[in-house]
């Protein structure tokens, strides 16, 4: 195995045994697999110029495929097999009347076992060394983690009845495009920006599919202590699977949490009116470790950023949905009208004891663009008067790297006059400090879900008209962003196609950016790392 998609992997270099997040050599390699097979298809349906509205199951079942390679998303091995064999006779359907000569392998090899599907996984023109020029190779993958965030909100949104065509048609371009030796290091580059393009364009169809189902996000004060009631936590970033729950759970007797990337389900209008839906338990993604043992009741994932779990007793009360498995967890699918039957897990949940509290009090959030623009007035008048000298987007991903401290401490020492603006499960670091307010407005303003940011690009663009500037960089805010996995990566290209510039990545850089793919990085759009809180604080303060 070699993977280096996300910013734990191992010694910063790649995880080559096994996992930093418990991934195993087999399943790696049939995650490579299935994207191989992905690009095949994507290289037919570009060579046959067929027309993405017509491909309608495959569209779908291709977003799926990326979505279970995702970081965390996806652990079972049997599941991988299963659909690597479905996108293989999609793939089989697709190519009849093309002339293969000229196809590349992942669009032509053939598997006639399971045996020979886990040798041709693990063979050296699977994976991702297949590309020996190392520049190539970087930004081929830079390109694939931005598809794989695409493919993931896209996902989201389609569960809510919401696609866009243009979406799929650049998802195959790009992926056909990582197949293709004769693109040089620019034509990539070129393609890296237009992937950002394509971020933006997810993000807001993502953006326009929850608020027009489920009201825009407004400011709301989430629970963080337990009732005496037996309860389902849920995680992940899908609404519809929430929706479902909740609609479920109703008169049951069984309360509704949500954990991580869930909490921002909480501010959004039509969940309110559910009094079971109690309030968020713990911390971000990885807190589960210890949050889950605790909880007592079933887990319901329904995408990243599951932990394999340590004990027998907790793995099983959870469950997973969608995207995500995990093997002996029992996985719930959708029946043909979309419908999921959540019965089993409340069942479950009846039988077991109510959480225990680890934590009381509130925390408040739904400061997404509808609600942060409602408040305009407010926010230009603590501009234009310096109560606000500079708003921090620090935004993105959570992570159990120690290192990750940096960022309670950056959001203690800012000065009491910035703001904070997140999105992600990065909020999870400063989010309980108590950091006050500004003439009412919080210092810390969270959006919503890592998809969210979007939201946050909107805020600047407004702000940004509303000032009268003729760039986004002059406006008064600095980013200091955290990454972990690949929808982090989507969303930082959708702000370099933005023109935003001068952002610290954390807390480290990828270890997928060749020193020269850094450089172009670096040059254009001036990225830093993370230093130490005092340096960084110096500089972003200007
Ligand atoms: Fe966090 Fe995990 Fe939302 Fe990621 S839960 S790390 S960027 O999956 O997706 O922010
Ligand atoms: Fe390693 Fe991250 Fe890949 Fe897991 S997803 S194998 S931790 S690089």
């Known amino acids: 195995m070699f993977c280096y998609q996300c910013q734990e992997t191992s010694k910063n270099k790649a995880c080559e045994v096994i996992g930093v997040c418990g991934k195993k050599e087999d399943v790696s390699n049939l995650q490579d697999l299935l994207m191989y097979v992905v690009k095949g298809i994507s290289q037919i349906v570009q060579r046959k110029e067929l027309d993405v509205k017509n491909l309608h199951s495959i569209n779908q079942e291709v977003f799926t495929s990326i979505f279970m390679t995702i970081t965390n998303a996806n652990f079972d091995k049997a599941a991988f097999e299963k659909q690597i064999t479905k996108m293989m006779t999609l793939r089989n359907q697709l190519v009849q009347n093309v002339n293969t000569d000229d196809l590349h392998d992942a669009a032509s090899f053939t598997l006639s076992s399971i045996e020979e599907m886990h040798k041709k996984a693990s063979s050296p023109e699977v994976g991702i060394l297949a590309t020996e020029n190392e520049d190539i190779r970087s930004l081929r993958e830079l390109i694939t983690y931005g598809v794989k965030g695409i493919a993931a909100y896209g996902e989201h949104a389609l569960n809510i009845g919401q696609e866009d065509h243009q979406l799929y048609a650049f998802m195959y371009e790009a992926l056909a495009a990582t197949l293709n030796d004769q693109l040089s290091v620019d034509d990539l580059v070129a393609l890296t920006m237009k992937t950002g393009e394509y971020g933006v364009k997810v993000m807001a169809l993502l953006d326009n599919a929850n608020t027009s189902k489920y009201g825009n996000p407004e400011i709301t004060e989430?629970?963080?202590?337990?009732?005496?009631?037996?309860?389902?936590?849920?995680?992940?970033?899908?609404?519809?699977?929430?929706?479902?729950?909740?609609?479920?759970?109703?008169?049951?007797?069984?309360?509704?949490?949500?954990?991580?990337e869930m909490l921002p389900g909480h501010y959004y209008p039509a969940f309110k009116k559910y009094d079971h839906f109690v309030g968020n338990y713990g911390g971000s993604w990885w807190e589960q470790v210890t949050e889950f043992e605790t909880f007592n009741g079933p887990i319901l994932f329904t995408t990243n950023c599951i932990v394999p779990p340590?004990?027998?007793?907790?793995?099983?009360?959870?469950?997973?949905?969608?995207?995500?498995?995990?093997?002996?967890?029992?996985?719930?699918?959708?029946?043909?009208?979309?419908?999921?039957?959540?019965?089993?897990?409340?069942?479950?949940?009846?039988?077991?004891?109510?959480?225990?509290?680890?934590?009381?009090?509130?925390?408040?959030?739904?400061?997404?663009?509808?609600?942060?623009?409602?408040?305009?007035?407010?926010?230009?008048?603590?501009?234009?008067?310096?109560?606000?000298?500079?708003?921090?987007?620090?935004?993105?991903?959570?992570?159990?790297?120690?290192?990750?401290?940096?960022?309670?401490?950056?959001?203690?020492d800012l000065p009491k006059d910035t703001v904070i603006l997140t999105a992600g499960c990065a909020k999870y670091r400063y989010n309980k400090l108590n950091l006050g307010d500004i003439n009412g407005i919080p210092r810390v303003l969270d959006?919503?879900?890592?998809?969210?940011?979007?939201?946050?690009?909107?805020?600047?663009?407004?702000?940004?008209?509303?000032?009268?500037?003729?760039?986004?960089?002059?406006?008064?805010?600095?980013?200091?962003?955290?990454?972990?996995?690949?929808?982090?990566?989507?969303?930082?290209?959708?702000?370099?196609?933005?023109?935003?510039?001068?952002?610290?990545?954390?807390?480290?850089l990828p270890a997928f950016l060749s020193e020269n793919v850094a450089k172009v990085l670096v040059d254009n759009f001036n990225i830093t790392g993370i230093s130490t809180v005092e340096k960084d604080m110096d500089h972003l303060l200007g």
């Open 310 to 412: 340590k004990s027998e007793e907790v793995k099983e009360r959870i469950y997973t949905t969608g995207a995500a498995g995990y093997p002996g967890c029992q996985h719930i699918t959708a029946d043909e009208q979309r419908k999921k039957d959540f019965t089993k897990i409340i069942e479950h949940a009846k039988s077991l004891k109510a959480p225990q509290e680890i934590e009381t009090g509130k925390i408040i959030g739904g400061f997404a663009h509808h609600q942060v623009m409602a408040l305009a007035d407010q926010v230009i008048d603590a501009v234009k008067s310096g109560k606000i000298k500079k708003f921090f987007v620090m935004a993105g991903c959570d992570g159990r790297m120690k290192s990750r401290d940096y960022y309670t401490r950056f959001a203690e």
């Open 222 to 260: 989430v629970n963080i202590g337990v009732r005496n009631n037996p309860a389902i936590l849920i995680s992940g970033h899908d609404l519809v699977d929430l929706e479902a729950l909740l609609e479920q759970t109703q008169d049951t007797g069984v309360d509704v949490y949500t954990h991580g």
């Open 447 to 508: 959006a919503g879900q890592c998809n969210d940011s979007y939201s946050l690009a909107v805020i600047a663009l407004k702000l940004k008209e509303v000032f009268e500037l003729e760039d986004i960089n002059e406006l008064p805010i600095a980013y200091n962003i955290a990454w972990y996995e690949q929808k982090a990566v989507i969303v930082l290209l959708a702000l370099l196609y933005l023109g935003v510039k001068n952002i610290h990545l954390g807390p480290t």
